[in-house]
């Protein structure tokens, strides 16, 4: 079977109007040179094109693709995997040009978010076939497998690395224990590793995976206990080692260690990272103790160590939590001198905070304030749209989603089901319905709780032909088998 869509258009399946389409093209047409930009120009059709039309479009734009351009578009539409996916076919089929190994594991990793594992194997088999797989490749599967909680078939990636000539080593051992550690499966790691620990020699990096693990399961003891294994065996800590178990301590409610981990890191001359400060300065935050926190800053750039913003974010969180806000603004005048650039998290941690003090006002002025200086993420946009929704402002709700929209920003489900969710509450059963349909063509399954709210909308309004409509629409989204 050819790689084709694999969601059938419903304009294919359910008999839709070719006129809707047409009109909805020749809207296409008016895209086209509306920028120099080849990014932004394939990124503005990819928006606003129906997926029937779309390769038509692409066609005439007019558009030279290159590695970089088919890279960048396939990272922008990463929440679009099926959008994506027939980009990169049309892509691939263009003249002087060939798909990169990093346009594959783009492809890659957008599919399997959408859990379209099939055409994913598929994928790994094209590159198998030029000779283009390698170790990343089978990690970006392993991960995004553990992320779905499909331990097996993670496990099986891993398994089937030599058949398709990519040989595991530690490296890509150390990849599956972290994916299956960070996906919250730090026993089945630890099977492995007991399991496979005579085939790959560990190394400082394996052991400061699982020691990771165990603390974020939390089990403090397990984590101590692999620790000093590590020691037994003779692999030395490294700094990265020291963080993590200072970050394992403070989470376990255990500061005080932590801090003594610090200082005899100083007073052997190892100098704490300041991503161990960022943890300190968190925990401190987290205990309410601000002093202490704003201390373990200070501190920080007593010994040299230049603030990331990473350690700033953590010193806007500890203020937050004690609503201190003229001090998050100090801290933001602060890295603003220092030529450091708040990113997105920034953006939502304080966001985060005032909406939940009900200062909707301030939190809207910090986001257009913020939107300025570093680009939104989907937390910040379904954090914004939610906030509109839940205070029955639809209205801007629907500013905020057109704002995201301009900024060729794909929406993630989550910002979907916000603001889908919000217009159900209000009664809108017509724009819910199309933003449920365009989510769905674009590969993201709706929630089952966010649909059961729709679903109950449009029974009461007696519109059981839409209901089905819709229904039918979801059913085309193919149920991949997980392996090749």
């Known amino acids: ?88 076919e049309w892509a691939g089929k263009q003249r002087n040009y060939t798909h990169s190994v990093k346009a594959y ?34 990690s970006i599967i392993m991960r995004k497998y553990a992320r779905a909680q499909k331990v097996e078939e993670a496990l099986y990636t891993f398994n089937v690395m030599e058949k398709y000539d990519c040989a ?14 960070k996906s919250k499966n730090v026993r089945k790691a630890q099977e492995i590793f007991d399991k496979m620990r005579d085939r790959f020699e560990p190394d400082s990096k394996t052991y400061s995976i699982l020691i990771d693990g165990w ?31 200072v970050d394992v301590l403070c989470k376990a409610g255990r500061v005080d260690e932590g801090i003594e981990i610090v200082r005899g890191m100083v007073a052997s001359g190892c100098m704490p990272t300041s991503f161990i400060y960022s943890v300190l300065v968190h925990t401190y935050g987290v205990e309410d103790r601000i002093e ?28 937050c939590k004690v609503n201190k806000f003229k001090n998050v603004y100090r801290v933001l005048s602060d890295m603003k001198s220092k030529a450091v650039v708040p990113n997105s998290r920034t953006c939502n941690i304080i966001l985060h905070s005032l909406i939940d003090r009900g200062e909707t006002d301030e939190a809207f002025s910090v986001f257009r304030k913020m939107i300025k200086i570093c680009d939104p993420d989907a937390d910040t946009y379904t954090m914004m749209i939610k906030m509109f929704c839940e205070r029955n402002k639809l209205e801007m709700a629907s500013k905020v989603w057109k704002y995201m929209k301009l900024k060729q920003f794909i929406p993630s489900m989550h910002t979907y089901s916000v603001l889908i969710n919000g217009l159900c509450e209000n009664g809108n059963a017509s724009k819910a319905c199309v933003l449920l349909e365009e989510m769905v063509e674009k590969g993201i399954r709706p929630s089952g709780v966010m649909f059961g709210k729709l679903r109950q909308l449009l029974i009461k309004e007696g519109r059981e032909d839409v209901l089905k409509f819709l229904q039918e629409k979801i059913n085309l989204l193919v149920k991949e088998p997980s392996f090749d």
């Open 1 to 88: 079977m050819n790689m084709i869509i694999k969601i059938k258009s419903c304009g294919e399946k359910l008999g839709f109007r070719w006129m809707v389409l047409s009109r909805n093209y020749s809207s296409c047409e008016a895209t086209r040179h509306i920028t120099d930009d080849p990014t932004k120009r394939i990124c503005k059709i990819m928006m606003s094109c129906p997926t029937l039309v779309l390769d038509t479009a692409l066609d005439q734009s007019g558009v030279r693709i290159s590695p970089e351009i088919v890279e960048d578009v396939l990272v922008r539409f990463k929440n679009a995997g099926m959008v994506a996916y027939r980009f990169f």
């Open 105 to 138: 594991h783009a492809m890659i990793d957008s599919l399997a978010k959408i859990r379209q594992y099939q055409i994913m194997w598929e994928l790994v088999n094209s590159m198998r076939t030029q000779r283009m797989q390698n170790m990343e490749t089978f």
């Open 168 to 181: 595991p080593n530690l490296a890509a051992f150390n990849d599956l224990l972290s994916a299956l550690c």
């Open 215 to 245: 603390g974020k399961d939390p089990n403090l003891p397990k984590a101590r206990e692999v620790y000093r294994e590590m020691v037994d065996a003779g692999c030395i800590p490294d700094i990265v080692t020291y963080g993590i178990m």
């Open 292 to 319: 202490d926190a704003v201390e373990a800053f200070l501190e920080m750039e007593r010994n040299g160590i230049k603030a990331d913003v990473a350690v700033y974010n953590a010193l806007i969180g500890a203020f």
